[in-house]
């Protein structure tokens, strides 16, 4: 971990499973969550840490926000306080593409899941880059169910090509673009559009 | 279509060891499919181009030969379905991806790990097999070494440091055949063979030489000059027989000796390969054997009323045995002696025995045809006529050496041009050269053909060309006859239509161990120097050089 853990450190699981797993943080930072962004939730009591792709950001309302959203002129002091403040999480889905274990990247689903409250951090971008450069997770994240697959495929490339040297970064893509013309070339009118959004 | 997801990743950071791509399917007999790694340039490939494939169960090598490349998709749609032409992103993902380069591989040869000489393939690689171009290492494994009877015909594609060595004994073994558009390079890849065989003393060749092109000094349409055999060989082993003594005195060539033939020598059997160019009937035809008969050795001349025979010939008629019309249109006919300056009256020399004794004793003769060459009934008459004979001496003397009266006669490979006019299926079945043929080397005789139009020859004498070396043919019949017979030749077509105007040939059969694909050798001062010849400036030097030192 090449990261400072205070600052990687981006909340905590509150539900999971195997194929994944949902964190809550308290207040965001501008910068994470983010869809399509890696993290890592540590699982098997330290041994592994499983890799998820954040897919869904969600906040839950509650009485006070449906009344501050209505009401007249709300000062800036009281709209900060709404957002900030309160005891209401962030909570981010995020998908399982791997599990980080005896130092190497395994792409398969985790053995186990996290538990409960363990720690998520993000992934820095050296750890997405050594994850990344297979493309043996695109199949996991093409087979979710119920996801806007194609969106995520395409935010975490772009989320991959973004950890590299800009003189890389165009044949990454190429390559990815390739690994997923290979998973979806039955369906061109869908490649069309994940290669459209694939640009660099 | 299956593929192997990690090579990009093993294979990733070394791309000058990478594979051209993988073998997905295909048969011994129609040979591989080949699915080309993205990262290959297709553009780069060749047609004729050598590839090695490394099984994947056992440690054997396969040799083939590139022989189609082609575009494929995993979907179908794709072709209905194209990228965007400004979508150059889109356009570079397909390729690799859904979309692929694919060549088609003929193999030809097959090494065992432990073995050293490459063997006819019987099998193919399993599927998945990585498929490299070959090295020239690769390559001259496959050829071999030059040596006294393997001689350096030219380099293969791309690998201009590299020999392809044809085997000459093999070669003069069975009768060879060199096909190829006009001016497409086959005279000078003649000469060259006959060079090597030459210089190999492994056959004595009798070349009936049209156009003048391997005896003496030989001049292209530039301008340029090149040596002829008699100027390679300076030291007798090859003699120029003439025709057409003053043309070849205007053109400056040695020759050894002209060539007479007497009207009294003349049969027949020498009259009927040219029945279809003088226009001779089959009635008419058919009567010549009956005046060989009645008028005797002396036929030409009467029927040319050289010699007093009108009251003979009208005896013929009344007689009742051929009608009038039939002598006269004979008679007609055969003005065309008249016209021929080699042929004289009465029994001529002893040309034939001493061409005979030449060829015996190992030197070659080239039959200089002068301007007698643009007359094909000439050239066709002289070449039957004297290979008939030439063949009859060799049979007797194989006989004779059969039952130990007589050493065997020296191997001959005798060379015709325009060869269809003697091989074509109508005459094939009755003449010499049919014969010599397909009587295969039974008396040390084969043949050397010339041959722009080989879909004109007889298929059965075809098929027993056991070496083509053929240049450019873009005639699909003539495509055809050039690989019938050779069993899995056909995939070779691409192979074939597409080689250079000039100066490339593709040569299969017995004298290489597997199809070529050639650049053929220069015809030039190297050459020259190589089969030893020294020029007569540099002798010049020599002899003076020798004075210095003596003195
Ligand atoms: N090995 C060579 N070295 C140098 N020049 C060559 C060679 N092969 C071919 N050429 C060039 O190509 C020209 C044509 O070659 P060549 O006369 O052998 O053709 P061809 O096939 O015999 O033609 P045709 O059918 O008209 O007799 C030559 O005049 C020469 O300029
Ligand atoms: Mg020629």
Redesign the interface.
């Known amino acids: 971990m090449g990261m400072d853990e205070q600052e990687a450190l981006i909340g905590r699981v509150t539900r999971c499973s195997t194929r994944g797993f949902v964190g809550a943080v308290h207040i965001p930072k501008p910068e994470v969550p983010t869809f399509g962004d890696f993290c890592l939730a540590e699982a098997q009591e330290g041994r592994s840490r499983v890799i998820g792709v954040i897919y869904d950001i969600s906040i839950q309302d509650d009485e006070l926000a449906r009344q501050m959203a209505i009401a007249k002129d709300p000062t800036r002091e009281q709209l900060a306080d709404t957002q900030r403040a309160r005891l209401v999480p962030v909570e981010y889905a995020a998908l399982a593409v791997g599990y980080h274990k005896d130092g190497a990247y395994h792409y398969t689903l985790p053995p186990q899941p996290p538990l409960t409250m363990a720690t998520i951090h993000a992934m820095s971008a050296q750890e997405v880059r050594d994850f990344t450069?297979?493309?043996?997770f695109l199949p996991l994240i093409l087979g979710a169910p119920q996801i806007p697959v194609d969106d995520l495929l395409a935010a975490a490339l772009r989320t991959a090509a973004a950890t590299r040297p800009e003189e890389v970064r165009?044949p990454y893509?190429?390559?990815a673009?390739?690994?997923?013309?290979?998973l979806l070339?039955?369906d061109?009118?869908r490649?069309?559009n994940l290669?459209?959004s694939?640009?660099? | 279509m299956s593929?192997t997801?990690e090579l990009?990743?093993v294979f990733g950071t070394k791309p000058q060891e990478a594979p051209l791509g993988l073998v997905v399917e295909g048969s011994l007999s129609s040979g591989l499919t080949v699915k080309l790694d993205?990262r290959f340039a297709m553009e780069k490939l060749a047609v004729g181009r050598y590839v090695v494939i490394r099984g994947q169960q056992t440690g054997r090598r396969f040799f083939g030969i590139i022989t189609d490349v082609a575009l494929g998709a995993?979907?179908p749609?794709?072709a209905r379905?194209p990228?965007q032409p400004e979508?150059r992103?889109?356009a570079?993902?397909?390729r690799?991806?859904?979309a692929y380069g694919i060549m088609h591989v003929s193999p030809m040869l097959m090494l065992d790990e432990e073995e050293e000489e490459p063997r006819p393939v019987k099998t193919i690689p399993s599927h998945f097999s990585p498929v490299h171009e070959a090295t020239p290492a690769d390559v001259e494994r496959v050829f071999g070494a030059e040596d006294a009877t393997h001689f350096h015909v030219g380099a293969p594609l791309d690998m201009e440091h590299v020999q392809v060595n044809l085997d000459l004994a093999r070669f003069v073994e069975r009768s060879s055949g060199i096909f190829g558009k006009s001016g497409t390079g086959k005279s000078f890849i003649t000469r060259t063979l006959l060079a090597g065989i030459i210089k190999a003393g492994l056959a004595s060749a009798l070349i009936f030489d049209m156009h003048n092109d391997y005896g003496w000094t030989v001049r292209d349409e530039g301008g340029r000059e090149y040596k002829g055999l008699r100027q390679l060989f300076p030291d007798g082993r090859v003699s120029v027989v003439t025709l057409d003594e003053e043309t070849s005195r205007a053109r400056n060539s040695k020759y050894d000796r002209v060539l007479r033939i007497g009207y009294q020598e003349i049969e027949p059997e020498d009259v009927e390969m040219l029945a279809a160019l003088l226009g001779l009937s089959d009635v008419q035809t058919g009567a010549l054997y009956y005046l060989r008969r009645q008028l005797g050795a002396s036929w030409i001349a009467k029927l040319l009323e050289l010699e007093e025979a009108e009251e003979e010939l009208r005896e013929l008629v009344e007689s009742g045995r051929i009608v009038a019309g039939t002598l006269g249109a004979i008679q007609r006919k055969f003005e065309f002696f008249r016209r021929m300056g080699f042929l004289v009256p009465g029994k001529g020399d002893d040309v034939v025995d001493d061409i005979f004794s030449r060829l015996n004793m190992g030197v070659s003769v080239v039959l200089e045809f002068g301007t007698y060459g643009n007359t094909l009934a000439a050239y066709i008459l002289v070449a039957n006529y004297l290979t008939r004979r030439i063949h009859q001496r060799y049979v007797n003397q194989k006989n004779r050496a059969a039952g130990g009266k007589a050493d065997e006669p020296k191997p001959l490979v005798i060379v015709i041009e325009e060869a269809h006019k003697f091989l074509d299926p109508q005459v094939a079945g009755h003449t010499i050269f049919g014969a010599i043929a397909r009587e295969l080397r039974k008396y040390n005789v084969t043949l050397l053909i010339v041959d722009q139009r080989p879909s004109g020859i007889d298929d059965e004498v075809m098929s027993q060309i056991g070496t083509r070396v053929t240049c450019l043919l873009d005639n699909e019949a003539d495509i055809r006859a050039v690989f019938s017979g050779v069993s899995g030749a056909a995939t070779l077509r691409e192979v074939l239509a597409r080689l250079d105007t000039r100066q490339q040939a593709l040569i299969l059969g017995h004298a290489v161990p597997m199809p070529v694909v050639v650049r053929t050798r220069d015809y030039d001062k190297e050459f020259y120097a190589a089969l030893g010849v020294v020029s007569e400036e540099d002798l010049g030097r020599k002899a003076q050089e020798g004075i210095d030192t003596l003195y």
Do not use: K, M, S, W
Request: charged residues 35%; hydrophobic residues 30%; negative net charge.
């Open positions: 450069e297979r493309l043996d165009r893509l190429v390559r673009g390739r690994a997923c013309a290979r070339g039955r061109l009118p490649l069309e290669i459209h694939l640009q660099p | 593929e997801p990009d990743d993205p995993t979907n749609d794709l379905r990228p979508d992103f889109a570079e993902v397909y690799g991806g859904v």
